[in-house]
C-alpha cells in the first residue's frame, strides 16, 4: 500500500495559515522598530530636559503618536532601554523570532545587571529565543539572573514585592473587574479565606449562591461594612448615574451612564437606586440635543467644591487623547499663575501622568483640548457626551 502524503498548499485553509504566519513576522519586526524609534528620540531629548523629565516627555509623546495611554509609552520605553543592552534579544525580535509579549517578559524579570552581567545573561537566553513562550521567558530570566548575579536578583524580589496595588477595569452591563496585585503568600491567603467563605455557604441548604457569588459577596463586605481601624469611622460613597431629563419623566429609554464606569442598563439603575440606602448617587442631568452636562445635584460635596466635582462628572475619565486613565486631579488648562481662570472652560480631568506630562518643556495644551507635543504634532480631546444618543 502506498501513502500518498497531501500537498500542505492544496489543503483547506493552508494559503491563510501563512498569511497569518506572515503577518505575525511583520508584526514583531515593526514592535521592534517602533521600540527602537522610541529609544532613539528618548535620546535625543535627553540633554535638553532634566532628570526624569525626558523620559516622562518621550514616552507621553510616543504613547500619544501610538494613540495609547501614558503607561503603554512607559513600558515601551523603558523596554528600548533594556534592549538597548541587548542587541541580540533587539534582533531575535526584529527578525520575528520572538514576540513583543515574550521580550518585554525578559524585561520586566531582568533585573539591573552590569555590563559583564548583562553580556553573560544574553549569551545565556539567546538560543532559547526562537519560539520562547512569555512564561518561560519569565521563568527562564529569574533562573538565570539568580546564577549569574544572586544579590541583584534578591534586590529585584524585593523590588517586586513592594510593587502593590489595586486598580478596576470596567467592563460592560454595569459590571466591572477588580485587579489586586501583591506577595503571592497574601494573595493566597485572601483567596483561601473566601473559599472557606464558599465552603461553609455550600454545606447550608438555604443558600442558593455560586462559589464566585459567596466569594465576592464575602470579599465586599469585609471592605466596606467590615471594621477597619485605617478609615474613618463614617465611610460615605458617592457615584454620578447620568441621566437625560425625559428619563426623570419615564419618556426616554435612553441608557443610563454610571460616571467612571461607561453606559447601564435601566434595570442596573433600578438596582442602583435601591441601593440608595447604603450608597449615594448623585443625578446629573444632560442637555437632550448633545448629551452635555447641564446640571450636578448639589445636595452632598464629596470633593473640594461642586465645580471640580462637575468638571470629573462632564470628562468621566482622562481628557488626554486616547487615555483611558482615571481622573486623579483637577488641571487649570490655562495655569492659574498665568492668568487662568477657575472655572468649568478652563478646568479638565487629568491622571497623574499626564498631569506631570502637561508641564513638561515643549508641551502645552488649549481650552478646546488640543494637546501639542514637542516635536509640533497636535492631538485633540473634547470632553465627551456624558449619554451617547442613537441616531434617530
Not at 429609554?253 to 439603575?269: K, N, S, Y
Request: charged content about 25%; overall charge negative; proline content about 7%.
Amino acid at each position: 500500500m502506498v501513502v500518498v502524503e497531501p500537498d500542505p498548499d492544496e489543503l483547506p485553509g493552508a494559503h491563510l495559515i501563512e498569511t497569518i504566519s506572515a503577518c505575525e513576522q511583520v508584526i514583531r519586526a515593526a514592535e521592534a522598530i517602533q521600540a527602537q524609534h522610541a529609544g532613539m528620540l528618548l535620546a535625543e531629548r535627553e540633554p535638553l530636559m532634566e532628570g526624569r523629565q525626558a523620559f516622562l516627555s518621550a514616552a507621553g509623546e510616543t504613547a500619544l503618536a501610538r494613540g495609547m495611554s501614558p503607561s503603554a509609552g512607559i513600558t515601551q520605553l523603558e523596554t528600548a532601554i533594556t534592549l538597548s543592552r541587548l542587541p541580540a534579544v533587539q534582533a531575535a525580535w526584529a527578525d520575528g523570532l520572538v514576540s513583543g509579549v515574550t521580550v518585554r517578559a525578559i524585561v520586566k524579570n531582568l533585573p539591573s545587571l552590569d555590563a559583564e552581567s548583562m553580556a553573560l545573561f544574553e549569551t545565556e537566553i539567546a538560543p532559547h529565543l526562537p519560539g520562547l513562550t512569555p512564561r518561560a521567558a519569565a521563568e527562564l530570566t529569574r533562573s538565570l539572573t539568580l546564577e549569574i548575579d544572586p544579590d541583584e536578583a534578591d534586590r529585584k524580589a524585593v523590588e517586586v514585592r513592594d510593587d502593590q496595588y489595586v486598580l478596576v477595569v470596567d467592563e460592560t452591563d454595569g459590571v466591572a473587574t477588580l485587579v489586586s496585585r501583591g506577595p503571592a503568600e497574601r494573595i493566597h491567603e485572601i483567596r483561601e479565606l473566601l473559599l472557606g467563605h464558599a465552603r461553609r455557604a455550600k454545606n447550608d441548604p438555604t443558600d442558593h449562591r455560586t462559589r464566585g457569588q459567596v466569594m465576592f459577596q464575602s470579599l465586599h463586605a469585609s471592605v466596606v461594612a467590615g471594621p477597619d481601624r485605617s478609615l474613618p469611622v463614617k465611610r460615605v460613597l458617592e457615584l454620578g448615574i447620568v441621566l437625560t431629563a425625559d428619563n426623570l419623566l419615564g419618556l426616554d429609554d435612553t441608557p443610563a451612564e454610571l460616571v467612571g464606569h461607561g453606559p447601564v442598563a435601566p434595570v442596573v439603575v433600578d438596582q442602583l437606586i435601591d441601593d440608595a440606602d447604603q450608597v449615594f448617587y448623585r443625578r446629573l442631568i444632560t442637555d437632550p440635543v448633545n448629551g452635555t452636562l447641564l446640571h450636578s445635584d448639589p445636595r452632598r460635596r464629596l470633593f473640594t467644591g461642586p465645580l471640580a466635582r462637575h468638571v470629573r462628572y462632564r470628562d468621566g475619565r482622562c481628557r488626554t487623547p486616547a487615555c483611558d486613565a482615571p481622573i486623579a486631579e483637577i488641571d487649570h488648562v490655562q495655569a492659574h499663575e498665568h492668568g487662568g481662570a477657575t472655572t468649568e472652560e478652563n478646568g479638565q480631568g487629568l491622571c497623574v501622568t499626564n498631569h506631570l506630562m502637561k508641564h513638561l518643556p515643549g508641551w502645552s495644551v488649549r481650552r478646546d483640548g488640543t494637546w501639542t507635543t514637542p516635536t509640533g504634532h497636535t492631538y485633540r480631546s473634547a470632553p465627551p457626551p456624558v449619554l451617547r444618543r442613537r441616531r434617530e
